[in-house]
């Protein structure tokens, strides 16, 4: 997502140089050689903030080649090649990143995304776990592109081909505001939603044991929320396979609506 790649790229370059990432677990302690390491990291943050991810990818490359410790670039070259659809790699590198930060929330949902992508069910919860002890014990901070908010991670990037792409986010607490369990948005190639599908929940007024579920799509017309159609309505919430699977094939073919209303003024993407 273009829009929220800029804000990113910048959070995530300010994080990685002000912490000194490339240095720590360095293999030298010669300062020469730290300072022209850094000044080739921050060229190939600055690469990547510019959009040319194959030739910062070179330079990341480069660095751990000299310093397999060096975690920003373990990072940075992780997240090119999740965006490049090269998932084994993604997470293998990220591995890395996370044997030396293991609750390191953003190399957590990176891994997330590798291992989804994967299929690799077991390794996805693992890592869901932790995240979610973290984000209990509020050690999450949001940084677009990765939290959205502090209730919401992206679990899935579905590359579409051409910029285009599918985002599938997993809210923390179903039972807090804004009350959505999964949301699932379809990407143009300006970074902009087209498509927006939540699982929406609501408590009963009288019992608190019974619950409501609901799958509907905010109807975006020219960058605006124009309508609401709800397609289905269950008691029970489902995992989260079977959800992916009524969005996916909502966005692909939408069924008809049980029930549609009107919504007037309100933008796809909230002014900042």
Same mark, same amino acid.
């Given at each position: 997502?273009?829009?929220?790649?800029?804000?990113?790229?910048?959070?995530?370059?300010?994080?990685?140089?002000?912490?000194?990432?490339?240095?720590?677990? &360095?293999?030298?302690?010669?300062?020469?050689?730290?300072?022209?390491?850094?000044?080739?990291?921050?060229?190939?943050?600055?690469?990547?903030?510019?959009?040319?991810?194959?030739?910062?990818?070179?330079?990341?490359?480069?660095?751990?080649?000299?310093?397999?410790?060096?975690?920003?670039?373990?990072?940075?070259?992780?997240?090119?090649?999740?965006?490049?659809?090269?998932?084994?790699?993604?997470?293998?590198?990220?591995?890395?990143?996370?044997?030396?930060?293991?609750?390191?929330?953003?190399?957590?949902?990176?891994?997330?995304? &590798?291992?989804? &992508?994967?299929?690799?069910?077991?390794?996805?919860?693992?890592?869901?776990?932790?995240?979610?002890?973290?984000?209990?014990?509020?050690?999450?901070?949001?940084?677009?592109?990765?939290?959205?908010?502090?209730?919401?991670?992206?679990?899935?990037?579905?590359?579409?081909?051409?910029?285009?792409?599918?985002?599938?986010?997993?809210?923390?607490?179903?039972?807090?505001?804004?009350?959505?369990?999964?949301?699932?948005?379809?990407?143009?190639?300006?970074?902009?939603?087209?498509?927006?599908?939540?699982?929406?929940?609501?408590?009963?007024?009288?019992?608190?044991?019974?619950?409501?579920?609901?799958?509907?799509?905010?109807?975006?017309?020219?960058?605006?929320?124009?309508?609401?159609?709800?397609?289905?309505?269950?008691?029970?919430?489902?995992?989260?396979?079977?959800?992916?699977?009524?969005?996916?094939?909502?966005?692909?073919?939408?069924?008809?609506?049980?029930?549609?209303?009107?919504?007037?003024?309100?933008?796809?993407?909230?002014?900042?």
């Amino acid at each position: 997502m273009k829009k929220l790649s800029a804000l990113f790229c910048l959070a995530l370059a300010a994080f990685f140089l002000s912490s000194g990432t490339v240095t720590l677990h &360095a293999q030298t302690a010669d300062p020469a050689k730290i300072a022209a390491l850094q000044a080739r990291f921050k060229s190939g943050v600055e690469l990547f903030n510019a959009g040319k991810n194959d030739d910062a990818l070179k330079i990341f490359d480069a660095i751990l080649v000299e310093e397999p410790k060096a975690r920003g670039s373990l990072f940075f070259s992780a997240f090119i090649q999740l965006r490049k659809g090269q998932y084994e790699t993604a997470a293998t590198l990220i591995d890395r990143f996370l044997e030396l930060e293991p609750r390191d929330f953003k190399g957590i949902v990176l891994a997330i995304q &590798a291992n989804q &992508a994967l299929h690799r069910t077991a390794k996805v919860e693992a890592l869901r776990k932790t995240l979610f002890e973290l984000e209990r014990a509020g050690s999450i901070t949001a940084v677009p592109g990765l939290t959205d908010t502090h209730s919401m991670y992206i679990r899935e990037r579905i590359l579409l081909g051409d910029g285009r792409s599918i985002i599938v986010g997993e809210y923390f607490n179903y039972k807090k505001e804004p009350f959505v369990v999964y949301l699932a948005e379809q990407i143009d190639t300006t970074g902009n939603p087209v498509r927006r599908l939540v699982l929406s929940y609501a408590p009963d007024a009288k019992d608190a044991n019974v619950e409501s579920f609901a799958l509907s799509e905010y109807v975006i017309v020219n960058g605006e929320v124009k309508q609401i159609n709800i397609y289905r309505q269950d008691s029970t919430r489902p995992d989260y396979e079977t959800c992916r699977r009524w969005m996916l094939e909502a966005i692909k073919n939408p069924p008809k609506p049980i029930y549609s209303a009107p919504i007037t003024g309100t933008p796809a993407i909230p002014k900042q």
